[in-house]
C-alpha cells in the first residue's frame, strides 16, 4: 500500500525553545494587543494582552526554581489566560506539567498515593486549594509566580514535558508523553491549515487542558498571534456572543454544535466567522447541516488522538460537497493502512500513522510504541478513498464518548463495583436518538438497592457528572460467554429497551 | 391548579430530579451542582418542552432556543420556569403532565 502524505510543514515562524520563546515574539511585534479573553461566568471577561501574557509566564519560570526538582506539576487548567501562563511557564522552566481540567474525577485519582506518578505540587485557581492529600502543595497560579528580575529562573535547556491522561482502549487511563514541542509544532500545524494570522480570533469552546483545545486553540494563538476566547465552563450562549461580536475560528465538539445551533437561531449569522472546526467525536451529518446553516460555514471535523496529534482535517473551511470522510492528512504526516484479511476490501485495514507530534511514550511504562520506521498503530479500521481522503469505518475504543469527554467504562464499574448492594456489573455506552454518547450499566443488585442510591455512591465517589451513568439497567445475572467474559453484545440485547428508573 | 412561577418552578425541579435519580430540586438548587451534565440537560429541556411546550413547531423552537442558553447561564428551577412563563408555556399546555 502506497502511504498517502500530507503536505510538509512549511516551518515558516517555527522556532525551538517551546511556548515561551514564541510569546516573547507576539510580545515584541504587538504587545498591548488583547492576547487571551476569558468569559467570567457571572458576565464580563477577564482579557490580558501579549505583554502581559509573556511577563505572567516568565514570573512562574522565575517561579519555578521553588518547586521540587524532577516532580511533575499538576496543573488544573480553568481556561483563564492565568491558567495559559502556568502551562507556558513551567514547561518552559524545565517542569514536566499534567494538564486536568476543572472538575475532573480524574484529580483524585491522580492524586491517591497509590496511583501518584509523582506529583508533589498541584497548581490551579484560587478555589481548588484543600482537595488535595496530605503531602501534596497547593499553589494558585499567582502564587507560583516570582519577579524574574533577579529571582535568577531562566528557560531551561530541557523544556518540560506536557503529560496527557488519555482514557486507555481498555482497562485503566494511562499518562502520555509529549515534549512541549510537540505542542508547539502542532500549533504550527493548525496554524498553516487554518491560515492564522494575527486578524484572527479564536473561540475555544472546549477545555484548554485536552489537546485539541491545548494545541489547536492555544498553542495556534500563540504562534499566529490570534486572539484566543475562552470561557470557564461551558455557556453556548457566550460562544453565540462571541460568534456575533467578531470570530473567525470556533473550535467545538459535536456535542457543542448540538448546543449552539438553537441558540443561533436568536442572533445574527456570525459576521467574521471563516472556519468552524469539530473534534473529539463523530459529527452526524444532519447536525453538521443545520449547524451550517446557522454558521454560514461548514463544520469541518479534524481527526487526532491524545497520542499522535493532529492526523487528518476536512479542508474545505469555505464550502463544498458534503464530505463523509475524516478529510486529508494533516501536513507531515503519513498514513498506512495494514490489511487485517488479504482477502478483504482493497484500501481498508488498520490505520497506522507516522506524525511529526507522536508521543515519547507512556509515563511508567518502557518499549517502542511504534514500529522501527516510526509508524504507531491506532487500531481504527479505515479506508483511504481514490481522493486520497481518509474514512473511519470502526474505533477499537471501549471508552464512552460523552459530549467528546471520554468516560473509562472500567473504572465506572469498578466505582459501582465497591456498592455494597451491586452484585455484578457492566458498564458500556450507548448512542441516543440525538447521535449523542450516554454511559449505561447494566447492574445485578442485591435486595433494597435501587439505582438512586447508585447514583448518589457515584457522585459520592467523586465521579464528574458525565461519568454517573445516564442510565441504570437491573438484570437478574449478566450474559457471560463460555470464557466467562461479559457478554457485551448480549447485555446489549437484555437492556437497551427500558432502562430501571425510567419508570419510577 | 395554578401555573404560577411556583407551579412551573415545581414542574420543572421535579424534571431535574429524575433527570438525576433524586428527589425533586428545591427553586434555586443549580442542576449542575447536583450532578447534571449537558446530555441529562437537553434531557431535561426536551420533557420541559413536551409537558409544557407551545403547539406549533416554531413556537416550541423559539422556547427551546431561549431555554438552552438560560441553563448554561441559570440552571435552577426557578431561572427556568421564568423563561417558561415568558413564552406562555405552562404544564398541560401540550396536553400532557409531567407524571405519566
Not at chain 1, 12 to 22: M, N, R, Y
Not at chain 1, 482 to 495: F, N
Not at chain 2, 15 to 28: E, I, N, Q, S
Request: glycine share 14%.
Amino acid at each position: 500500500m502506497r502511504p498517502a502524505e500530507g503536505r510538509v510543514i512549511d516551518g515558516s515562524g517555527a522556532a525551538s525553545g517551546g511556548l515561551l520563546t514564541e510569546l516573547r515574539r507576539r510580545r515584541d511585534e504587538r504587545p498591548h494587543a488583547a492576547a487571551i479573553r476569558t468569559a467570567r461566568q457571572t458576565g464580563g471577561d477577564h482579557l490580558v494582552t501579549w505583554a502581559q501574557l509573556y511577563d505572567a509566564a516568565r514570573a512562574v519560570v522565575a517561579g519555578a526554581v521553588a518547586l521540587p526538582p524532577g516532580a511533575p506539576v499538576l496543573v488544573i487548567v480553568d481556561n483563564t489566560p492565568a491558567s495559559a501562563a502556568a502551562l507556558i511557564g513551567l514547561t518552559a522552566a524545565g517542569v514536566d506539567v499534567l494538564p486536568v481540567e476543572e472538575g475532573s474525577s480524574y484529580l483524585a485519582d491522580l492524586l491517591a498515593p497509590a496511583r501518584n506518578p509523582g506529583v508533589r505540587t498541584v497548581v490551579g485557581p484560587d478555589g481548588a486549594a484543600g482537595t488535595e492529600p496530605a503531602g501534596i502543595d497547593f499553589l494558585s497560579y499567582e502564587r507560583c509566580r516570582a519577579d524574574p528580575v533577579g529571582a535568577g529562573g531562566v528557560p531551561a535547556r530541557r523544556p518540560g514535558e506536557v503529560l496527557q491522561l488519555t482514557s486507555g482502549s481498555a482497562g485503566e487511563p494511562k499518562i502520555v508523553r509529549h515534549p512541549v514541542d510537540n505542542v508547539r509544532h502542532g500549533g504550527h500545524t493548525y496554524r498553516q491549515i487554518l491560515g492564522l494570522t494575527p486578524a484572527d480570533v479564536l473561540v475555544a469552546a472546549v477545555p484548554l487542558a485536552h489537546s485539541f483545545g491545548l494545541v489547536g486553540a492555544l498553542a495556534a494563538a500563540v504562534v499566529s498571534g490570534a486572539g484566543l476566547r475562552t470561557m470557564r465552563r461551558f455557556q453556548p450562549g457566550r460562544v453565540a456572543d462571541a460568534l456575533t461580536e467578531d470570530a473567525t475560528v470556533l473550535f467545538g465538539t459535536p456535542l457543542l454544535y448540538r448546543l449552539l445551533t438553537p441558540v443561533l437561531r436568536r442572533r445574527a449569522t456570525p459576521a467574521r466567522l471563516r472556519a468552524a472546526v469539530s473534534s473529539g467525536g463523530p459529527l452526524a451529518a444532519d447536525l453538521g447541516e443545520r449547524a451550517r446553516a446557522a454558521l454560514g460555514v461548514p463544520v469541518c471535523q479534524f481527526y487526532g488522538s491524545t497520542e499522535t496529534g493532529l492526523i487528518s482535517y476536512q479542508p474545505d473551511f469555505a464550502g463544498g460537497a458534503p464530505d463523509p470522510s475524516v478529510g486529508v492528512p494533516a501536513p507531515g504526516v503519513r498514513l498506512r493502512l495494514v490489511s487485517v484479511d488479504p482477502d478483504g476490501a482493497p484500501g481498508v485495514g488498520h490505520l497506522s500513522v507516522r506524525t511529526p507530534t507522536l508521543f515519547h511514550g507512556y509515563l511508567g511504562a518502557s518499549g517502542p510504541v511504534t514500529t522501527p520506521d516510526g509508524f504507531y498503530d491506532t487500531g481504527d479500521l479505515a479506508r483511504i478513498d481514490t481522493g486520497g481522503r481518509l474514512h473511519l469505518l470502526g474505533r477499537k475504543d471501549t471508552f464512552v464518548n460523552v459530549g467528546g469527554r471520554k468516560v473509562n467504562p472500567t473504572r465506572v464499574a469498578r466505582v459501582l463495583g465497591d456498592h455494597p448492594g451491586v452484585r455484578d456489573v457492566f458498564v458500556f455506552g450507548a448512542t441516543d436518538a440525538g447521535g449523542e454518547q450516554r454511559v449505561q450499566a447494566a447492574v445485578v443488585l442485591g435486595p433494597g438497592t435501587g439505582p438512586a442510591e447508585l447514583a448518589e455512591h457515584c457522585r459520592t465517589r467523586g465521579l464528574a457528572p458525565y461519568e454517573v451513568p445516564h442510565e441504570f439497567h437491573r438484570l437478574p445475572r449478566l450474559p457471560r460467554t463460555a470464557m466467562g467474559k461479559v457478554d457485551r453484545q448480549a447485555v446489549v440485547a437484555a437492556v437497551v429497551p427500558v432502562p430501571i428508573g425510567s419508570e419510577a | 391548579m395554578g401555573n404560577g412561577l411556583s407551579d412551573v418552578s415545581a414542574t420543572i425541579g421535579e424534571l431535574m430530579g429524575r433527570a438525576l435519580l433524586r428527589g425533586p430540586l428545591a427553586p434555586d438548587e443549580d442542576f449542575f451542582d447536583c450532578g447534571g451534565d449537558s446530555v441529562r440537560a437537553v434531557d431535561v429541556l426536551q420533557q420541559l418542552i413536551d409537558v409544557c411546550g407551545p403547539p406549533g413547531t416554531e413556537t416550541a423552537e423559539a422556547l427551546r432556543s431561549t431555554l438552552l442558553e438560560t441553563i448554561f447561564e441559570d440552571a435552577t428551577p426557578a431561572g427556568l420556569a421564568k423563561v417558561c412563563l415568558a413564552h406562555a408555556a405552562v404544564p398541560g399546555a401540550a396536553g400532557g403532565g409531567p407524571s405519566h
